[in-house]
């Protein structure tokens, strides 16, 4: 069994006087994939938030390799290793996509590589490389979520929050995007998905968790779970 790099113990996370989340567990193993399931205000951004800093939880603890990051800086998590890929990618619009990748890099750690870092992604995504120079608001979706999956990349990160990198997009699209996450996840790149769609997070991941309400309802690993509990669970049946 691989060791953990994430652990999530009974996080409570508040917006004011509302609750969020609720005592939420999970964690990951190093080098795997892990689909965090449900609806549209199940909770999952929020929790992805905690993990990444933006949000303090209340109550419970994030752990990192054995490090207990909960409500860390977020610069500080990001140079510790986890990145985040957005709900909604989060591009400065008006900027070219070469600047947009470098604000990935803004860690002193990221920074010292960052021409190398670049090559990486142009590799990775090379339609990037060919339209370095253009704004990245005058993009399609999918290219624009290649540069929210790139801009994350440039921070040299073990462990990446994907959240809803599908969402809007053409099915050949996602098609591209989900075998780029597959290609980065082969060559050992930790991952947490944030999916609504059960099917393809079943298929993409090696262990799932789905919320309901605040509350992780569902967990197990993916080959062990099918689409009609997961679904269950998922609208609270």
């Known amino acids: 069994m691989s060791e ?38 199940a909770g999952k951004t929020t929790l992805m938030r905690a ?10 603890k994030v752990w990192f390799k054995g490090a207990d990051i909960t409500g860390m800086p977020t610069h500080k998590i990001v140079d ?3 990145s985040q890929v957005p709900e909604g990618r989060h591009l400065f619009g008006r900027m070219s996509v070469k600047d947009n990748l470098i604000m990935g890099s803004y860690t002193p750690r990221a920074r010292k590589n960052m021409k190398a870092g670049l090559e990486k992604v142009y590799e ?5 490389k060919e339209k370095a120079d ?26 990446i929050c994907f959240d809803e990198i599908a ?54 690993d993916s080959c062990n779970l099918t689409e009609e509990e997961v679904s269950k669970a998922y609208f609270g049946m």
């Open 124 to 128: 990775l995504f090379p339609i990037l």
């Open 167 to 220: 969402l809007g997009l053409a099915p050949t699209v996602i098609k591209d995007i989900y075998a780029r996450v597959r290609e980065l996840n082969g060559a050992g790149m930790s991952m947490i998905l944030v999916e609504q769609d059960v099917r393809r997070s079943l298929k993409q991941c090696r262990r799932a968790y789905v919320m309901l309400k605040g509350k992780v309802v569902l967990e197990g």
């Open 51 to 60: 993990i990444g800093g933006t949000l303090a939880p209340r109550n419970g």
């Open 80 to 82: 510790l290793g986890i």
């Open 134 to 159: 253009q704004t990245s608001g005058s993009l399609s979706g999918g290219q624009q979520q290649m540069v929210a999956i790139g801009r994350a990349l440039m921070s040299e990160p073990q462990l």
């Open 4 to 41: 953990e790099i994430l652990r999530v113990e009974d996080v409570d996370v508040f917006y004011g006087d509302f609750q969020a989340v609720q005592q939420a567990s999970f964690s990951v193993e190093e080098g795997s994939i892990v689909s965090l399931i449900g609806t549209n205000g």
